[in-house]
């Protein structure tokens, strides 16, 4: 099983009791783009909170591994703290994952070079800038 997929399985239980503002989780998720409009609008319309919770997490069990990181961030940016240390181990591992690669600087040194082309690094996000850059693509 999957790192994500067992954030969501183990702290299940958790997440559906302990989640009092599913509204505005799901419109962080909404925001950091891992739910659609539909998805948030349907999370939404539910009239029960613990509803709510289970329809966020059975959407998320579908949306892949970067998942567990949205989920965390909109937990603490909704001060769910409590449940946003729940999922802390499995984001770290998945911005690990993401991040496995980022450069120092741009244009990479030679040796990131190496490093990122035999990972099959493709773009590089600037944190510096809002664009996306195309990395060793023919």
């Excluded at 299940?12 to 599913?22: F, G, S, Y």
């Excluded at 993401?98 to 690094?121: C, T």
Aim: charged content about 35%.
């Amino acid at each position: 099983m999957n790192a994500w997929k067992k954030a969501f399985k183990d702290n299940r239980v958790n997440i559906v009791k302990n989640l009092a503002n599913p509204n505005a989780v799901a419109d962080c998720l909404f925001s950091d783009r891992i739910f659609t409009e539909e998805m948030r609008d349907e999370v939404q319309q539910i009239p029960e909170i613990e509803k709510k919770n289970r329809k966020i997490l059975d959407i998320l069990d579908r949306r892949g591994s970067r998942s567990v990181k949205c989920l965390y961030n909109a937990f603490q940016e909704t001060l769910n703290d409590d449940l946003a240390n729940l999922l802390a181990p499995y984001a770290k591992i998945i911005d690990n994952k993401e991040n496995l690669n980022d450069p120092s600087a741009w244009p990479p040194q030679e040796k990131e070079q190496e490093e990122m082309e035999r990972h099959g690094v493709l773009e590089i996000k600037d944190i510096k800038s809002p664009l996306m850059h195309d990395y060793n693509r023919d």
